[in-house]
């Protein structure tokens, strides 16, 4: 949001100096040059005395009255050969000079003048140009004037543009932090502005859209909490039921059917204790927190693993020190539980726990041996219920919850958790949390 700001000020600013610019050479073109007008007005006495004392004397005292101003003057007069101050001026100011004006040269402080144009004056006059130099010009106080025009034009405009732009800019901070706020998980976020205010509409419009999504993520968990809870009761008569049957059959097929079906209702009981921990978490907004020792909880995590035959190889290889973290060490330990059975689940023969200090952050990686997960697959992999097509089997099994609750988790201790390629071959899930 800084940067939208910024690169309005900066086109404000651009914007006023392209049109000082332009009004420059709109007043330029117009009216002529506004320095050679202020150059004029500077030098408007030595004009006078020309044009009022020295052009009204007789023919044959014209050049005794020249000579009378430049005896009690400071400027310096002497007269010259027109193409002598026709080749000192600009093109654009010779037609002027040809004509019989008063051209000025701002910057040298001069202006030019024939003497006259039909030679009346003396003979040879009308090839003369008169020119007076160290005119009591100052060009950098005409500069400092149109500057000081020019600011003052600028500040007329910048005020009121800041003015608005500042109360645009609290609103879109009030609704910015709304909106982080709604998205770290508080459903009840508001943002109240003005009614008066510019963003007032859009404010009303994004708090209807929240509370509109905060209805739906309150509906989907309480009917996923309300369900999983649901299934708990004919879950248990379904065991009860069986373990009558069990202790009734006599048929081994029937024994073997039973057993299976026992298998089912295990598999259905873990995914209704799945659903409500996801529940759980999504109804918390951050993990209580304390000190936690994180090596010795990762060894834990390790150590709680079956250690089947045939099982992959499972390393745990930690820096030392690794530190503590402001962790729940429970979420933190499922989390890191969850990534290990997904590696174990499909690694090929080697599951590599690593964890090491970054600065100020602890990584925590987790990476297997196995086919890997697709770069287009690796941000739906954390979605609830959604498996990769290959393990849409009983091999493997699961349902597709263990990543999202994992990602959850970590969410709720502020961290990041991404999954990338591993150096093995298989998946890399790397958890980042900020050390203490």
Request: hydrophobic share 50%; proline share 4%.
């Amino acid at each position: 949001m800084k940067r939208l700001f910024l690169r309005y000020a900066v086109l404000v600013l651009l914007s006023i100096a392209a049109a000082t610019g332009i009004i420059y050479l709109a007043f330029h073109a117009l009216f002529g040059d506004p320095l050679e007008q202020i150059a004029a007005r500077q030098a408007a006495a030595q004009i006078f005395l020309l044009e009022q004392y020295i052009d009204k004397a007789p023919q044959d005292e014209w050049l005794a009255r020249l000579n009378k101003v430049r005896e009690v003057s400071n400027v310096n007069l002497d007269i010259v050969a027109l193409p002598a101050a026709t080749g000192a001026l600009a093109p654009s100011a010779r037609a002027a000079l040809q004509r019989g004006e008063v051209v000025i040269d701002a910057l040298n402080k001069t202006f030019y003048r024939r003497v006259d144009t039909d030679g009346k004056r003396y003979v040879g006059s009308e090839a003369d140009v008169l020119r007076a130099q160290d005119l009591p010009i100052d060009v950098g106080l005409a500069l400092k004037m149109e500057a000081v025009r020019y600011v003052i034009v600028a500040l007329a405009l910048l005020i009121p543009i800041a003015l608005w732009s500042r109360a645009h800019w609290r609103d879109l901070q009030r609704l910015a932090a709304m909106a982080d706020d709604f998205g770290e998980g508080n459903l009840g976020a508001r943002v109240a502005l003005a009614r008066g205010a510019s963003m007032a509409p859009l404010a009303e419009r994004i708090n209807h859209m929240a509370g509109r999504i905060g209805e739906l993520l309150e509906a989907q968990r309480s009917l996923l909490q309300s369900v999983s809870h649901e299934l708990r009761t004919p879950i248990a008569r379904l065991e009860f039921a069986l373990e009558l049957l069990r202790a009734a059959a006599r048929d081994p097929a029937l024994e073997k059917r039973i057993v299976a079906m026992e298998g089912d209702l295990g598999e259905l009981n873990a995914l209704v204790g799945e659903l409500l921990g996801m529940a759980r978490l999504e109804h918390e907004q951050a993990a209580p927190t304390a000190r936690v020792e994180l090596a010795p909880l990762l060894r834990d995590c390790c150590a709680q693993l079956p250690d089947a035959p045939g099982a992959p190889v499972l390393a745990c290889l930690l820096d030392e020190p690794l530190g503590e973290v402001a962790a729940d060490a429970r979420l933190l330990a499922r989390a890191v539980g969850n990534l290990l059975r997904n590696a174990l689940k499909y690694s090929e023969g080697q599951v590599q726990l690593r964890a090491a200090r970054r600065g100020a952050y602890i990584e925590i990686a987790v990476e297997d041996d196995g086919p890997g997960i697709p770069e287009e697959e690796r941000e739906r992999v954390f979605t609830p219920f959604y498996r990769l097509d290959r393990s849409r089997d009983r091999a493997t099994g699961g349902f597709g919850l263990g990543l999202s609750i994992a990602q959850r988790a970590v969410a709720l201790h502020r961290g990041s958790l991404v999954v990338e390629r591993s150096a093995l071959g298989g998946a890399r899930f790397v958890i980042r949390l900020r050390a203490l």
